[in-house]
């Protein structure tokens, strides 16, 4: 299709897994993330599946940088059409073995670079009234757990300003969209380089799903992005909807099972790509050590996609419900 578009956090995981997912289109495709090993294969990977690929070595918490690595995709590939905000980092650890200047870094990248990142793109794409801004966010953004709350607090702060974004588009009717991606556990490197002090290897909390999964609702998001937000997985909504109608009751199980289930039996890596990337000499790929245990399909991801199918054939089992009722009368 020719579309520009930015991923940041376009080395490793869901960034990547976008990236040749936009590249599989004909996209031109701006990678910006920190490892250059990394950055590099990611480049062959976009080039292999069709697409046009810029790498950019940019810290997204530093708005400068970020906002230097727009112009010059604007310069060299076009007008950006959709930014893709992927990148992150996060400690693994109680909140009281988390320092203040970890805490802060985890803020200044999860967070913020989400607010740098977006700022840079409103400020070519509002002027042309034209572009779309997705968030790549997590159930984390509704529901904190134990062991990540830099992460979660993060993702909370993603959502709150997405939703101020989005009602201030709105009041001025501008044809720039954003929307929000709510991702559910996946199978990506963060679980091998995140900064941890757990006793053994981070997991995520099953059921865990591989990043193309979650690449494929990046990609549809951005294509579809009237909707507010989109929940990818049945993990996402059955989280969501406990925590809206028994947070405190999810409190108590996540304190007694949240622990454990975050920890393989594995021995932990220690790469640590909060200060540094973790794939500046080493290339991790798009998907983490659980491949085993991951699932390519989320028919949650379907039903979302196909709402009026759905709706139909939940109407369609009712009124056959009510007739078979009616005819044993």
Known sequence: MGQVVVVTGASGGIGRASAVAFARRGAKVALLARGETGLAAAVQEVERA??????????????????????????????????????????????????????????????LGYVYGTRAALDRMKPRDHGTIVQVGSAL???????????????????????????????????????????????????????????????????????????DAVVYA????????????????????????????????????????????APAEKPANLWAPADEDRDYGAHGVFDDRSTNRSYQVWASRHRGVVGALAAGAAAATVYLARSQR
């Open 141 to 215: 953004a509704y529901r904190g757990i134990p062991l990540q709350s830099a992460y979660c607090g993060a993702k909370h702060a993603i959502q709150g300003f997405h939703e101020s974004l989005r009602c201030e588009l709105l009041h001025d009717k501008s044809n720039v969209r954003v929307t929000m991606v709510q991702m559910p556990a996946v199978n990506t490197p963060q679980f091998s380089w995140v900064l941890s002090r757990l006793p053994k290897h981070p997991q995520p909390v099953p059921p865990i799903y591989q990043p193309e999964v979650a690449a």
């Open 222 to 265: 951005a294509d579809h992005p009237r909707r507010r937000e989109y929940w990818v997985g049945a993990s996402t909504a059955a989280t969501l909807i406990a925590n809206k109608f028994a947070a405190g009751l999810l409190d108590r199980y996540l304190a007694r099972t949240g622990y454990k289930s975050q920890q393989s039996d």
């Open 50 to 111: 069709g697409g046009t690929a810029l790498p950019i070595e940019v810290d997204v918490a530093d708005h400068e940088q970020v906002d230097l690595a727009a112009g010059q995709v604007e310069r060299e590939l076009g007008p950006i059409d959709v930014w893709v905000n992927v990148a992150f980092s996060s400690v693994f650890a109680p909140f009281l073995e988390i320092e203040p200047e970890e805490f802060q870094r985890t803020t200044d990248v999860t967070y």
